[in-house]
DNA sequence: CTTAGGG
DNA sequence: CCCTAAG
């Protein structure tokens, strides 16, 4: 037939020294050991030439279908017979092969446990592809695991399987769940593909089991419908997904950007299972999409619980967890924000924050789709999956500093958004409406600036006289910060759109400093002398042991104040008391404060906290 | 969720 | 402030 690549192929010869090796147990075992790869590689190679026969050689069609068949015959063979020789499948499939593109490639060889040892068996010392195996690939796989990813013959990365002497150097896979991608780490490998590397795309799709998903909602003229999903267990079983990588959502109904709320990771192997594997019984997908790269961000989740945050945080941080919550993350917005110009006057409540959102970033958004899918679809595989989670109406989030603010309330000042310095980290984050404990307003349709533009700048610090226990909210840190930055006040207020699709710029999410942006911790916010005060007073009421009390008493208004805070304060509070004013830091607190609390610290921890001993001073 | 303490 | 073991 035509040039299918093969006819440039000339069998090798067998080296003499592989042929002593005849026999030889170790051998036999190593190829025993390795001959499901040898299917694989099969299976690749025939994929390519199947993949050639379709789109250059234009190759009967019978002859592609026969050869398919045979290749899945043989996977299918390797699939039931485990450990059992493929001599009549493999040579099934070389002359399928031949019968195709009249050429056999000599895949009998693979029926010889020391042939393939020593022609084919990459592991072989005589490997006659040896040569092309470069030594760190070579490190990286008698290290055991290393297996690129591959993507559009762009390798990602990231060892992660461990497969028995697999020789990765002849054909480089991954499996992302459902999608396998394989590309040639051999040159000869290429060449015996006729040196198109193109080639690699349209092979992934063969061993692509979701394939036929595709098909359903997409182009038909995809790759993917041509060819059935019976290869998929061809390159072995799925990988678990340990790094970023572009998820499956094929269909609209069955993405996910990540799982529930509640983790539930097997319903969504349910379904992807469902949609990929009907046409193939007994294959489950056991590692499938067990574990996802991406970490709960502490935030993601901590805000939710409108009281408590101290300590909410149980497995945030375990690859394995299944809470990760996905709603959430989904349209979390990076606060890239930046400033463009901000002029705060403490008394005016005129002044403005003037902000401008470039862009809200969606991080971590997994899409997984055949590589095959046109470019058009993944457009709208991505429209999909946004607008499905975010169609339910968002919320917005801001976060000041990695920490999300929760009290709607506060005013920017007290928030430290009107803080302008460079490093001021404010974001914007979308969130599913849905997914939200819903302390915020914030609805699909309010303009984000134009709810904070509306709210006054300045509350005023609330004189502490005697209404102490009261409103700490009002913070001070006034000064410092408003006073410059006025050449921009002309520059109105940028308007954001609506919060909408179009608002959505899926960007990589940068993280600035390596990763976890969001596990900053809260803003600190340095106790003022009135709260010292108010504390030391609630304190000597209450006792050192009801915190939440305490909190209640004088810091109901301060949602900032937990009563870990206080209690925390109050440990400062009493170690500052004990150390020379020397070593003290920050706004000093009056000594007589001071005195106040050791006196208190005295009192209560001599006599139990629990009674409502009223022991004013 | 609260406390109590170490970090 | 954070993180957590305990209760």
Redo the contacts with the bound molecule.
Sequence with gaps: MMDCGFNDYQEPEVPRSCRSARGRGPIKKRWEGNRKHSCEILASVAGKLLEKSDNSLHTDASCGKNLHDACDSVISKQEVDEGQFLNEELLELGSSLEKAFGCNPGFQSFCDPDKFNSEINPMSKDFRWSGLLNSNKKKAFDDSNFVPDVIGGKVLGVPERKVEAEPTELINQSVKDKTITVTCGSEDLMKLEGKQPELVGPLCNIHTASVRVVSRDDDESSLGSAYPSTMVKALGPPLDTGNKRIKKISDSSHWRVAPDVDGNYSSTDGKVKEVCCEERTGYTHENTQKIYPFKKR?FFNQDF?T???????DGAFDSSDKRINGKQVTAAIGGSSSMTGQHVSPNSKECNVKLSIKSFKVPELFIDIPMTATVGSLKRTVMDAVTSILGEGLHVGILVQG?KVKDDNKTLVQTGISQYNKHSNLGFILEPKHSQTATSPFTKNESLLSRIKSQGLTRHSVSLGGSVENDFNATPALGDTLSNNTNNESKALIPVPRISMEALAVVPFHRKSGHHEY?K?????PFSVSEVEALVRAVEKLG??????VKFHAFDNAK?RT???L??KW??LVHTARISPQQRRGEPVPQELLDRVLAAQAYWSYRQ?KQEAKVTV
């Design positions: 502490k619980s009281s408590n945050r101290g300590s909410n945080r920490k596990l911790r809260r803003i600190r916010r050192t042991g009801r915190w939440r009390d900032h009563y870990v805070d209690k925390d440990k400062t906290p």
